[in-house]
């Protein structure tokens, strides 16, 4: 077996093919020929393993598939804290950062990377936009507001069978100064 990718290498694949399904008399079918039965009795064992060796193969191809992602790894998931960040202050027009934010991923294989994006709303911008810890910056006028949804999109390190989730962040921003004597 290939210890990285977790799949059968041509090597093994050949010398499991013939210790199974091969004609020696060390394989398991020789074995087994004349000795073992079907529970009915009507279908000698090896017989039964050399007719099924092709959807065997076929089975065991489509499981190896999976073997470096969700087979292994687990489903992967993700979350962020807090889903909410906001700046609000009392300073005038200008530029407003919110605390920051950590989307934490489960399952999967790590390194994972990490990928925010504007999902809707206005023009505040992630200031770390390829790490799992952000802040999000934006402008406005004085007693102006705005607001945004951000996805962060985390892909595992599975190569071309990657796996990705999303999680949405909800950010805001505003100059409260001229509201309620502040």
Known sequence: MDPQTGQMTATFRTWLEELVFGTSENSVGAILSGQASIIAGT???ADVLIA????LIAE???????ISSAAVSGDLTASASPTFVSKLDSLGAGSKTTDS????PSGGVAPYTY???KKSGDTIAPDSASAATTTF????????FASAVYTCTVTDSTGGTALTTTVDVSISIGDISGFGGA
């Open 52 to 55: 099924d060796r092709g959807s």
């Open 137 to 144: 910056t934006g402008t406005v006028t004085a007693g102006a």
């Open 101 to 104: 934010t950590t989307v934490t």
């Open 115 to 117: 990928s925010w994006a």
């Open 43 to 45: 279908q000698p064992l």
């Open 60 to 66: 065991q191809d489509a499981q190896s598939g999976n």
